[in-house]
């Protein structure tokens, strides 16, 4: 199940919540990553957010995703190579990148994944984040 800001409301707040505010590009932004949760590239955000803000600069696209980064509506998702694709899924969750399309699918994570690695983790460390990439195509058997 995908955490989701749901209301103007609550987006604007966690723009505030690191002194930034709700602007109508940034509100656009999100939703073009919201509306298709593909892990677009910030030239694919690009693209979609100009149908609906024909005016939009990729210079501004770009400061509204690193602000939607900073205020942890979205997380970036880097593979080795390729540009910095971005995710509005909030939930912990690994990735499965499929090598032959380039696909890549957000991989649900069981309950309390965080506290079971916390188990195997050095003393007095406790991990706030994972991030999982499985790799490979699609499997031609039958
Ligand atoms: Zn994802």
């Known amino acids: 199940m995908a955490a989701i800001t749901e209301t103007p409301e609550a987006f604007a707040q966690k723009l ?3 002194g930034l505010r709700n602007t109508p590009q940034r509100e656009v932004v999100y939703g073009v990553l ?3 949760q593909d892990h677009p590239t910030a030239d694919e955000v690009y693209v979609r ?6 005016t939009i600069s990729l210079a501004t696209v770009y400061n509204c995703l690193e ?3 900073q205020c942890k509506l ?7 190579r390729g540009p910095t694709r971005y995710c509005p ?4 969750h690994a990735h499965f990148h ?7 699918y957000d991989i649900d994570l069981p309950d309390g994944v965080l506290n079971q690695v916390n188990a195997v983790l050095p003393k007095g460390y406790d991990a706030k984040s994972i991030e999982i990439i499985f790799r490979g195509s699609a499997a031609n058997k039958r």
């Not at 957010?49 to 024909?54: C, H, I, N």
């Open 89 to 92: 899924n909030l939930n912990p």
């Open 49 to 54: 957010v100009k149908q609906e803000m024909p």
């Open 16 to 18: 505030a919540d690191i």
């Open 67 to 69: 602000a939607l980064v």
């Open 98 to 104: 499929d090598e032959a399309t380039g696909a890549t």
């Open 34 to 36: 919201m509306k298709k």
């Open 74 to 80: 979205v997380r970036v998702v880097n593979f080795e």
